[in-house]
């Protein structure tokens, strides 16, 4: 009885999965509502799927707003990836993230009876990004008011942008000149590579997906949270001197001080991941550095670092919280990234043995230890599928008691589940930023009877936006 392009009057009664809202039309009918709905919201909403037991539907227009519902500062939101949760407030913001993994937890993981913390708040919901990521593209995303303009008539051009790509449309990208949560200097070197790269368009193609030609990829910026050192890495095709040398000379006119570092990796990659094969620095010593608690940072372009940096800091002491660390513990950081958490532990115990993937993360975890005096910490270069090799290195290192892991958002590969299972260390301390990932990895933990999950923590690192992080601790039952 329902028809596809039928517009139904729904109140949103809760989140459903991939960030859809969820509500019940008075038949009982249940509805999934794409678009930037709020619970509380009673809107108008276009069915677009019909199935048995649901509707899908997207949101067209707010009849009576939810209590929770504010106005979005951003002139993106809504069409932008980004920031999904600029409408609501933040105190609902942190009841839906605690949620986002209590559910999980409970749904995924099989974990009826935990009662997950309410999630820590972050001081700063603006301005807080230590590192961001603008994709160029071929394709600029056409904003509805765009949509009836003739081609020769747009104001910008069609074939060039430079920004994020448009929610659930990743072949696309909004062309922006200002993101909220970034710091002034992220929006300043955005608009300066812009037009930089518009003045130089001929010489400067923009990377195509389809036809694998082009130069423009990435513009990735990072600026330390406590020192302001500010990094720009272009990512390009080819390394091009003298163009490169105009831009440095752009940046440092449009930044001054501000700009410590100018790097152009490159990468003949058929992909759009920001991560360059060979580097080029142009200016400054072509890293940052940050601080977390007593510890100083290196941070090259390629390495991972916690993008909120005043949040990081609170994760890490939530960490050594759940490790509960003795002086006499052999820990192992896996996925250690350029080490910040086995830097936070060495105080802590006898040793920690870091284990990353990407090289250059190894050489600053190492640079790292070296110029904080830290004596205690070993990193190695390991893929952490290639579980038999681990069990070599324990061999030598020592059996571990705590393993600490922070998988990247898919979680940690089945095999290196198996292997933390094998080795069998008394805690384990699962730090994710993906509530789905930890419910799946602490179900394989579990059900085999030889753990069992104790605490979890939620902590927003990322306000405005549906991520939630969560440090979760699993204790081997005797
Ligand atoms: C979420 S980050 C955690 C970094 C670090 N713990 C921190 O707090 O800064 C995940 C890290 O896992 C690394 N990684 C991804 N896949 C890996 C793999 N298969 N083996 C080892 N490390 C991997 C990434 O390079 C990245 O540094």
New binding site residues.
Partial sequence: MYKKKQMVEVEILDLGDKNQCYGKLPDGMSIFVQGPAAIGDTVTAEIFKIKKKFLGSRMRELIKPSPHRIEPVCPYFGLCGGCKWQHMDYTEQLRLKRKQVQDALEHIGGFQSLECEPCIAAPDLFVYRNKMDFSFTDLRYLTTEEIGIEPGEHEKPLDFALGFHAAGCYAKAIDIDHCDISPEEMNIALNTVRDFCLRHKEALPVYSTRSHTGELRNLVVRKGGSTGEFMVNLVTSTHMPNLMKELCEDLKAALGDRLTTFVNNITDRKNTVAIGDHEFVLHGPGFITDRLGDYTYRISAN????TNTAQ?EKLYFQILESAKLKESDIVY??????G??SLFASSHCQKVLG????ES?VLDARENARRNGVENCTFIK????DIKEIEQEMGTFGHPDVVIT???RAGM?PKAVQMLLKIAPATIVY?S?NPASLARDGQMLCESGAYRLVHVQPIDMFPQTNHVESVARFERIP
């Fill in positions: 390495s991972f670092f916690q990081a950081d896996l996925y250690c990234g350029t910040s958490i284990v990353e993937v990407v993360s390991l893929d952490l599928k922070d998988p990247p590969n730090v930023c």
